[in-house]
């Protein structure tokens, strides 16, 4: 799974179009190898990135769940705690 790209389901206040969209970015990315493509790539990098984003959309819009929505707060202060844990630091309080 790409690091960049964060869960977006189920939290409170739900993801932006502008947070599926970096994700989608994201994950063309990941897929072409490139950063930023050529231009005679870029319509189809362009493309690609729509394409990803309206079913990342149409996908986080569709699911459902029983489960209470997850604070963005709450799971950043784990994800530091699990990364000071991980590399040695100490996590900011």
């Keep these: 799974m790409c690091r960049n790209i964060k869960t977006l389901f189920n939290f409170d206040p739900a993801a932006t179009d502008d947070e599926i969209r970096a994700a989608a970015l994201q994950f063309v990315r990941k897929l072409s190898g490139f950063n930023t493509p050529s231009r005679a790539n870029q319509a189809a990098f362009d ?18 769940t029983q489960a209470p ?3 963005r707060e709450v799971e950043a202060a784990k994800a530091r705690a699990r ?8 996590a900011p309080a």
């Design 47 to 64: 493309a690609a990135v729509e394409e990803v984003f309206q079913a990342g959309h149409r996908l986080l819009h569709a699911l459902e």
């Design 83 to 90: 990364n000071a844990e991980r590399f040695g630091h100490k």
């Design 69 to 71: 929505p997850r604070d």
